[in-house]
């Protein structure tokens, strides 16, 4: 059996109890090293886990996944993701790939970003499509995330911004921020930072654009919502994290239920 187990968003111990009894038993198991991080390392896993892990890079999983299927079909193998497999992050190809190769697969789902983006205030049933934003270089800047957000304040929808990772073939790794992708979008509107949800240092700042830009939030990983129309309940929970105490202030209300910016 393959099994694909979501770690969650904080640190070790944010596995589920069915998801590390699996990983103990297992023959093999590789911890997907490329779209997302937690707030610990391979190290403290290790530990917590009981078992050592393979780093799975995007080279390893997207042109070696024969590697990775090996023995799956006569013994069991796990692929760990942060967040949950088929969040934010899906790895289809792989599960596409099991499934030619006679090879069995389970899911062990676990919390992403995809729903705890909740624990800013916004109600989830109110999101548009998530965007990614990616950093932009002197030669590529990208601006396809504009057009997807324009469409959701159209439609009145919040939008998701996940902040892409940017690095170059032998250079480490940079995760983008909050400050960085406020700079880089286009229309000012009132939008939600985020940092290590999930972790028991996560931050949540409501405010501006502007005041976004300046805002520190401390280490990755973060996103960025830009919002639509807003229900009153939600303008009074983003009160609670608001940047300034007149963060909110250029919020004008379209009717008795609903604010816009």
């Known amino acids: 059996m393959l099994y694909f187990i979501g770690l969650g968003l904080g640190d070790a111990k944010d596995i589920t109890v069915k998801g590390l009894e699996i990983v103990k038993q297992c023959s093999r198991v590789y911890l997907e090293a490329y779209t997302s991080i937690l707030t610990v390392g391979k190290d403290a896993l290790e530990e917590y886990y009981g078992r050592e892990l393979i780093l799975a890079d995007r080279d390893m999983v997207e042109q070696e996944a024969d590697e990775i299927l090996r023995g799956a079909d006569i013994s069991d193998v796990a692929f760990l993701v942060v967040g949950d497999p088929f969040g934010a992050t ?26 705890a983006v909740g624990c800013c205030g916004l109600q989830l049933y109110n999101f548009g499509e998530t965007v990614s934003i990616v ?26 911004c996940l902040l892409g990772e940017g690095r170059k073939v032998y250079e480490p790794p940079r995760y983008m921020t909050v400050s960085q992708a406020s700079g880089q979008l286009l229309e000012i509107t009132i939008c939600v930072g985020l940092a290590r949800v999930g972790a028991e240092d996560q931050a949540i700042r409501a405010g501006t654009l502007s005041q ?44 008795s239920s609903t604010y816009t910016s």
């Open 135 to 160: 950093f932009w270089t002197d030669t590529w800047r990208p601006e396809s995330f504009y057009d997807k957000i324009k469409k959701n304040r159209d439609l009145g929808m919040h939008t998701l």
């Open 90 to 115: 899906t790895h289809s190809d792989l599960v596409l790939r099991a499934v030619n190769a006679g090879i069995q697969y389970r899911v062990i789902h676990n919390a992403s970003i995809m729903n």
């Open 212 to 255: 976004l830009a300046t805002c520190d939030l401390g280490g990755p990983l973060h996103s960025l919502i830009v919002t639509g129309n807003l229900h009153p309940l939600e303008v009074d929970m983003l009160r609670l994290s608001a940047v300034t105490a007149d963060a909110l202030q250029g919020l004008r209300a379209a009717d």
